[in-house]
């Protein structure tokens, strides 16, 4: 394996297949909603944490990233090979992964809540800052900054490959993977 080297649906069923170990970094609430078989859930702001067991895995079995459709999965490769640990990233996310026929399993969320997909939250929040901008700006122009700043946001985002927004609201407490999810992530990486 390489860093930074990216894989097809096809290729990581095939690695899959020889025991490579996947790691799925979205949040809990993503995971539950649909996931590669077999995967384990390390929520991207966990993968510093689990950093030595991850390590300890990948020697072990190799290591394959996947997010929804890769821009996460590339940064979690991204801090591995800092760290000196080989991964490869799932192109497409579990988009891809769907879109190419190959199963998804879905588990129970803790607690019974359904949190959305990230995507959805950052189109909810964009959607109505703009709308609050707008709506703000009939009173004071100066609040239409306000779009102009989620636009360009977005802009930024579809050209980088980065989005800001999904980042701070990862951080809101129903985006956090609840004690028992790094837990039982720490048990799947020595096993």
Request: proline letters at 6%; charged letters at 15%; hydrophobic letters at 45%.
């Amino acid at each position: 394996m390489t860093f930074g080297s990216s894989l097809t649906p096809a290729q990581l069923e095939s690695r899959i297949d020889e025991g490579v170990l996947v790691i799925d970094v979205r949040s809990a609430g993503e995971y539950a909603q649909g996931h590669v078989p077999g995967a384990v859930n390390i929520p991207l702001d966990s993968v510093q944490e689990l950093l030595p067991e991850l390590r300890q895995a990948a020697d072990r079995r190799g290591l394959a990233v996947v997010c929804a459709a890769g821009p996460r999965s590339q940064t979690a490769c991204a801090q591995l090979a800092r760290a000196g640990v080989e991964a490869l990233s799932l192109d497409g996310g579990t988009s891809a992964w769907s879109a190419a026929g190959r199963p998804v399993s879905t588990s129970a969320e803790p607690g019974g809540r359904q949190v959305w997909a990230m995507d959805r939250q950052v189109r909810f929040t964009a959607g109505a800052l703009v709308l609050s901008g707008l709506a703000l700006g009939l009173r004071a122009p100066r609040a239409r900054l306000l779009s102009a700043a989620i636009a360009s946001g977005l802009i930024y985002s579809a050209v980088s490959g980065t989005c800001g927004m999904a980042a701070l609201l990862g951080r809101l407490p129903f985006n956090q993977a609840p004690p028992t999810t790094l837990d039982a992530a720490r048990e799947a990486l020595r096993g």
